[in-house]
């Protein structure tokens, strides 16, 4: 039995999966505008992060720990995924995300974060031999073409070597978060346990790094302009941890586990594209024509990997000497036909002779 088939078994037809897979992407999507009013207060961008996960391990403290229910020890066997999920996925990412937009533009950070999608799609394929079908390939190409149309990554752009590294280490964190959510074997954590205790982990070395002076802390408590109305830097930060820390990760997990790493990927990809519409509906930022052209290309590319993930995997094919011995152990003795008994016989035979 195949991961995907287990995976099914276990939960039920994918369109749960998606439906968490849209609200992860579109939970996340909403951080840039909640961030955008703290940022123009005054605050830095590792500011507001560490606020954002540190709020939201406050807010999930009580239901992991009725979820936990003592049990600690599942937490001790899941220790490893936790730190991994927690000072890469979490702090990791974002740390090198920031490192990159200090030094190159941040369409084009984007764009080489979001590689972290190819990554998993070749992490699967040499760790576990599942091989990405044509659909999967035609479809991350086209994804890929959309981002780079929506993003409007071009013009006379400067491109920083050191930039570059920190954007595709980010790659490297994004590909790990898909694959750890996706990672159900054993006994999983529950979802709500496992980003609770990978936001703790990860406000913790968000907080050693500000103190070290790695991350510049700059905040404010005065009012913050958010949606054309003045109100408290509380309302923002309220927002990134619960939408966009909360739901986001928790449905994230839920998908990951639902439609497996590759697939989930390539649907979070489509994080970008509520991004630009959150700025449009929210902020007034209207979309370019080049932009709605890449949207058409990214959901397209989605779609073909979807459609490639649906399809059931080949039948292996077996040798013709085997095929002809399970016919004749499954005929009832004494009734094979007479032609089909001399044909049966002679290979028989001739195999032996």
Same mark, same amino acid.
């Given at each position: ?6 995976? @099914? #078994? ?8 998606? %439906? ?18 703290? +940022? ?5 961008? %590792?500011?507001?992060?560490? #606020?954002?996960?540190?709020?939201? &391990? ?29 000072? +890469? ?10 490192? *990159?937009?200090?030094? !190159? ?32 390939? %035609? ?16 013009? *006379?752009?400067? !491109? =920083? /070597? ?8 980010? &790659? ?10 996706? =990672? =159900? =074997? ?47 830097? !509380? ?5 990134? @941890? ?24 390539? +649907? ?7 991004? !630009?519409?959150? &700025? ?58 007479? /032609? ?14």
């Amino acid at each position: 039995m195949t991961v995907e088939t287990t995976r @099914a #078994a276990r939960y039920g037809p994918g369109g749960t999966g998606l %439906a968490f897979a849209a609200l992860s992407a579109a939970t996340f999507a909403t951080s840039g505008t909640f961030a955008t009013g703290l +940022i123009d207060a005054g605050w830095s961008p %590792a500011a507001a992060v560490l #606020a954002r996960v540190l709020a939201a &391990a406050l807010m999930l403290t009580v239901p992991a720990l009725v979820q936990l229910r003592g049990r600690w020890s599942s937490l001790r066997r899941g220790a490893g995924k936790v730190a991994a999920y927690g000072l +890469i996925a979490v702090a990791g990412c974002q740390f090198f995300y920031f490192s *990159a937009v200090a030094r !190159i533009p941040v369409g084009v950070a984007l764009l080489l974060e979001y590689l972290g999608v190819v990554l998993v799609v070749g992490w699967l394929w040499l760790r576990h031999g599942q091989r990405p079908r044509w659909l999967t390939v %035609a479809g991350g190409v086209a994804a890929l073409a959309g981002l780079v149309l929506v993003l409007n990554v071009g013009g *006379a752009a400067r !491109i =920083d /070597p050191l930039g570059v590294m920190w954007a595709l280490l980010g &790659a490297v964190g994004l590909a790990i978060y898909f694959v750890l959510s996706a =990672d =159900d =074997d054993g006994e999983p954590l529950p979802p709500i346990v496992l980003v609770w205790a990978a936001l703790c982990l990860g406000a913790a070395a968000l907080a050693a790094l500000g103190w070290a002076g790695l991350l510049p802390m700059t905040a404010s408590t005065g009012d913050v302009r958010f949606l054309g109305h003045h109100v408290s830097w !509380i309302v923002p930060v309220l927002g990134l @941890a619960l939408l966009s820390s909360v739901f986001a990760y928790v449905a994230g997990i839920a998908a990951a586990r639902r439609l497996g790493a590759r697939l989930a990927s390539f +649907i979070g990809m489509a994080e970008v594209l509520f991004a !630009i519409g959150f &700025a449009w509906l929210l902020l007034g930022q209207l979309p370019s024509a080049m932009q709605f052209l890449g949207g058409a290309f990214l959901l397209g590319g989605v779609t073909l990997v979807r459609l490639g993930e649906m399809r059931p995997a080949p039948e292996p094919a077996r040798r013709a000497g085997a095929h002809v011995t399970e016919l004749v152990d499954a005929w009832p003795a004494g009734e094979l036909p007479g /032609p089909p008994r001399r044909t049966l016989g002679l290979a028989a035979t001739g195999c032996m002779s």
